[in-house]
């Protein structure tokens, strides 16, 4: 028997308080324990993708990435466990086969295939055009689409009501642009993107929270200078942070929002007694690209 994992899990996560610093006090999001294979966004992300493959009969889901895409492992991990068949576009080369992220992929089933990175654009533009064909279920780079917002959506609930400050990483832009359409009024939603470069997703969440009277920002002095590669310092921050709450960050989105959040209270940046949410996304399996300790 096929499990739903989406009629047996939760769909509201844990607000687990932190600590009190610099007059504020802190708490987190447990996105991350939503499922053990595919927590996090990219849970929610994948939910209605999956229930619209189902109900339309197909055979299976196809997507796209990097090596070590926590969207890939998580697309993978649910094809899986929903008895669909899984198809992986992959950017790089054959010898990437071995890493642990398309090893986990193959070990739930799914087919790698690889796109030779000067090609990788066009092939991306092709599906967009032609995005169901046959008998496959395209999901685009990171999982993000109209459906992928709809569960984002879902992430704030009535826990998550009385914060004044929301902090989460930024990728595409999908998750805190479905965070933004549920805020509350209050609120002021701060984004965290991963890259230097964040035009297209700046213009992205512009696009699809039109309307909204929700305060967001995007804070460009934090972002690394390369994504994909961990500074020490950055290292140092995540093994405090676990240290100090027994909770590990992956090694780049969530942990780039905490590190922001902490520094602007110290700072001074929000008011005394402010109640302020960092919100973890999951991609704890991003960890495989690296050869440390945490």
């Not at 802190?26 to 109900?55: P, T």
């Not at 054959?94 to 990175?117: C, D, M």
């Not at 984002?152 to 990728?171: S, Y």
């Amino acid at each position: 028997m096929i499990t739903d994992v989406w009629q047996l899990k939760p769909e509201k996560s844990e607000v687990v308080p932190l600590f009190s610093k610099y007059g504020c006090n802190f708490s987190i999001l447990r996105e991350d324990l939503l499922h053990s294979d595919f927590g996090g966004n990219k849970w929610r992300k994948l939910k209605y993708n999956v229930l619209d493959a189902k109900s339309k009969s197909f055979t299976g889901i196809e997507t796209v990435g990097g090596a070590f895409s926590n969207h890939i492992a998580a697309t993978a991990a649910a094809c899986f466990k929903q008895g669909l068949k899984c198809k992986i576009w992959v950017r790089g080369f054959e010898s990437y086969r071995s890493n642990p992220t398309l090893q986990w992929a193959e070990n739930k089933g799914a087919e790698v295939h690889f796109i030779r990175p000067e090609l990788y654009r066009a092939f991306l533009h092709e599906k967009a055009s032609f995005p169901n064909t046959g008998n496959w279920y395209f999901i685009p780079e990171g999982g993000s689409n109209e459906f992928a917002l709809k569960g984002c959506e879902e992430i704030l609930h009535e826990n998550t009501a009385d914060f004044d400050a929301l902090f989460c990483g930024v990728g595409t832009g999908t998750t805190l642009s479905g965070i933004i359409r549920t805020a509350q009024t209050h609120q002021v939603v701060y984004g965290l993107p991963i890259m230097k470069k964040f035009d297209d997703q700046k213009r992205f969440i512009e696009q699809h929270t039109l309307g909204s009277k929700i305060e967001w920002k995007l804070l460009d002095d934090y972002s690394p200078l390369r994504f994909g590669k961990l500074e020490p310092e950055q290292l140092e921050f995540i093994r405090s942070f676990k240290n100090e709450t027994s909770i590990l960050l992956d090694p780049f989105y969530t942990s780039l929002a905490a590190f922001a959040m902490l520094d602007m209270a110290r700072k001074g940046c929000f008011k005394p007694n402010s109640n302020i949410l960092l919100i973890h996304t999951g991609g704890l399996q991003g960890w495989n690209g690296f050869s440390v300790s945490i």
